[in-house]
């Protein structure tokens, strides 16, 4: 088990741009100082006059793998409801645990595929961990809109959307404060560019019980 250490904050800023690749298609790029940062994860939640509304979709069964001791991805987002499976593609035994609040959940010892999912039916930010080996650590980011991804290894992201107002946020793991949300009406007239100034929390290994309390099992 790691030390219960202070985190170290590190000052950085992120930018994300959007354009207009189509009337219902905005996509844009994220960035840490200058490069490219993977893992944010991008929604748009659909709005009527100021309000969220939400829509009906039936989410699939998805995967979130276990390799070379690490969760892979690192960031899964997901409609609320949707079935998770982990694979352990490890040629040693896993333990696979949360404590955060939106889903509490344990898969003792393991190789292989469980033959049961795990269900996230609540929003919120899920934190992974291994009680095996430590340093393990995901996330999984469960969300009631049905419009979202999360930005590649170049930082890139891309979402279509129907025409109408929507409010657009932002969200990293490592993210010490909550990232602002902005108000968008597709098609978009103009293109899009966020400076967002962050501080990034570097990570002690510790797992998602000790995390939870510094924020990184919190709500969105």
Same mark, same amino acid.
């Given at each position: 088990m790691a030390n219960r250490l202070s985190p170290v904050f590190l000052a950085s800023c992120v930018a994300a741009t959007a354009i207009q690749a189509k009337a219902d298609s905005i996509s844009g790029t994220v960035e840490n100082a200058g490069i490219p940062l993977a893992n944010v994860v991008i929604t748009a939640t659909p709005t009527v006059n100021g309000k969220s509304i939400s829509a009906n979709v039936n989410p699939i069964p998805i995967k979130l793998d276990q390799k070379g001791k690490e969760f892979v991805p690192h960031v899964l987002a997901i409609k609320v409801g949707t079935p998770v499976?982990? *694979?352990?593609?490890?040629?040693?035994q896993h333990h696979v645990y949360s404590f955060s609040q939106a889903k509490r959940f344990e898969i003792k010892l393991y190789k292989g595929t469980p033959s049961a *999912? =795990? !269900?996230?039916? &609540?929003?919120? %930010? %899920? #934190?992974?961990?291994?009680? !095996?080996?430590?340093?393990?650590?995901?996330?999984?980011? %469960?969300? /009631?809109?049905p419009h979202f991804t999360t930005s590649d290894n170049s930082g890139y992201w891309t979402l279509e959307l129907p025409g109408g107002d929507? &409010?657009?946020?932002?969200?990293?793991?490592? #993210? #010490? =404060? /909550?990232? *602002?949300?902005?108000?968008?009406? %597709?098609?978009? /007239?103009?293109?899009?560019?966020?400076? !967002? /100034?962050?501080?990034?929390?570097?990570?002690?290994?510790? *797992?998602?019980?000790?995390? &939870?309390? &510094?924020?990184?099992?919190?709500?969105?």
């Open positions: 499976y982990f *694979p352990n593609s490890d040629d040693i *999912p =795990v !269900i996230f039916n &609540q929003p919120g %930010v %899920v #934190a992974l961990g291994c009680n !095996i080996h430590d340093w393990m650590l995901g996330f999984v980011f %469960v969300t /009631e809109t929507y &409010q657009l946020s932002l969200w990293h793991p490592d #993210a #010490a =404060v /909550e990232l *602002p949300k902005q108000t968008l009406h %597709v098609p978009l /007239e103009h293109s899009l560019h966020h400076i !967002i /100034e962050l501080k990034i929390r570097r990570r002690s290994g510790k *797992p998602p019980d000790t995390l &939870q309390a &510094q924020g990184y099992s919190d709500g969105f």
